[in-house]
């Protein structure tokens, strides 16, 4: 049985909290795309880990935990993370063979092309995600398994090198020694190598195991689906987390989203329901929305039905996680954004949302959501939120945080 949590937004949602709640009834937890450029932090016993690369199932005892051939992993990183445990977590850890390695270059690239780009910046997180997943498309890229040979993948490099050197130059980026980088790959192999493994073959052989696909990143970052190219450079969706990982969508039992009572984003890019006044400050001062991997402030703004609408469906989600809604205690009103208008009324979600603006229908607020534990001891205004999101987005929600 495969379980998937995907996020509906633009990340952010609160993914790994629901992750952590329902990891215990999972063997094997999967992170299938994305790398470094994620990130949640989790508090065990008063140590605070902060995790980028590692599957959230590290902090259960029983659980394996595999990063699929989607990812791109920056070892450095990676290495950082296994020793920031005090016990050894090697043995519940596996790296696809086929996943796709961030060296410095990469994050060097990332970054020297995001200053180029000057007001037109994606504003990622510099963490050389893009520039590792071209390589990848373009078929020059590099993959964990390769350091099993590191002869070889020097000999790769040093081509690699040679015929990006102009590119490298223009960027004004140092072309790295093949001394130093020869150090550097035998202590990642050192480190990594006896995790990794061919994962598809490994999950297959667990089919008989529950299972859980971490998603990170969310739908509207997705490269084909979201907001292009203001987006991530992986397929964050259901099926993406299926390529990621090697598993058929006929193994697939549950696809479970999750978005927040409001939206945030980070970097730029159109944000239909961005609230740049006073809610806006409100809702980020009160929902602490800084980020976890960068700590830069996310935007801020009402809830979107049409993207969330249309992030259930490209997701096929049986049910949804709808994160943080004490954020909006206090509010008088809370406002919801039911369609879009341009040049008329739109109510599904544009392959580009430029001019876009949103039609807001306004809720009667309530006081005091937070630390409730049931249902019926929420406010009557937030049930009413509640249920209104239900019946517009299409699915079951089934969890309120
Ligand atoms: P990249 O993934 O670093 O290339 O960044 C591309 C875009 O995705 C930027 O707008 C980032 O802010 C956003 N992004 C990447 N990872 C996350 C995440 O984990 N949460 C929220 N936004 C993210």
Redesign the pocket.
Known sequence: MVDLIV?LQ???EGKGKIVDLVAKNYDIIIRSQ??H???HTVVVDGKKYALHLLPSGVLNPNAMNVIGNGVVVYPKQLIKEINNFDKNIKNKLLISDKAHMILDHHIAI?QAREKLRGKNA??????G??PAYADKIARVGIRMGELKNIDKLIEKLAHYYEMNKGYFEYLGIDIPSIEKLREELEEYKKALGDMIVDTTKYLWDNFDKNMLLEG???TL?DIDHGTYP?????NTIASGALTGSGLSPKKLNKVIGIAKAYTT?????PFPTEDIGSDGDKIRKQGAEF????G?PRRCGWFDVVAARYAVELNGCDEVAIMKLDVLDGFDKVKVCIAYEREGKIDYFPSDLDKVKPVYIELEGWDKSANVTKWEDLPNNAKKYIEFLEDKIGSHIKYVS
């Open positions: 996020g633009w990340g952010d994305g790398g450029n994620a990130g990332d994606i504003g990622t997180t510099g963490r995600i893009g990170a990143q969310a970052l203001y987006v991530t450079s992986s984003r980070v970097g730029n890019g980020g976890t991997t960068t830069r």
